[in-house]
């Protein structure tokens, strides 16, 4: 399993938000190539890149993420906000290994169905968890369909993976909710991105244990909590 950085974009800065709740950012850098770079010098071999601007209805960051793709020289997956056929097939077309959608995937399946098959391996559904629920709309809202009702949905689509993040914990720095990841993981169709509360190497490689195709890790990485370049096998668990 590899531990992905995460490299979230909001007014063109990277942040690190509690609980994606705008205005608790507790990391502020200003310039995202150069955080992009950061952690591939360090030894990153994915990256995970989010919008929370046009998650949250702004102008989006799409030029910057094309950026990194085009000068940073590893693959990244690209979500947040992407609410469009023509969004996904600009990412694609620019180099991007992954298009993760959720918000409108959850809520207009029949999209979701058409994007994977257009896009076959290329598309992560983002199914965001809050109080056992999907969390829509930067996390601001609930979806009205299940978390099993979404499994029975994607079950045969060509998606490339699942990505789950646990709002329930998501940079609060007290670890994973075992319970939570080893019951998401085991119940989903497609290889699971587990994303929230990971803050040491014991998570990820609970995380790994369970089955996770890999973790996304944000503010213990910022924050040097965990240090995945120090690690024995760096940046995998």
Known sequence: MRVIPAVDVMDHQVVQLVGGVPGSQQIVMPDPVSVA??????????????DLDAAFGKEGNIPVFKR?????????????GIRSTETVDELVAAGADRVVV?????KEPEWLIEIADRHPG???????TKGGRIAIKGWQESAQMTVEEMFDKIRDLPLAGVLNTNVDVEGQRKGIDETQARR?????PCPVIASGG?????DARILADAGAEGAVVGLALYTEVIRPWEWETPWTA
């Open 37 to 50: 770079e950061m952690w591939i010098s360090k030894g990153a071999g994915y990256l995970h890149l989010v």
């Open 68 to 80: 990194i793709i085009e000068e940073c020289g590893v693959p990244a997956e690209v979500g947040g």
């Open 102 to 106: 959720g918000t409108k995937a959850v």
């Open 122 to 128: 290329r598309i992560v559904l983002s199914m965001d």
């Open 184 to 188: 998401f993981i085991s119940a989903c």
């Open 198 to 202: 990971v803050t040491s190497e014991k």
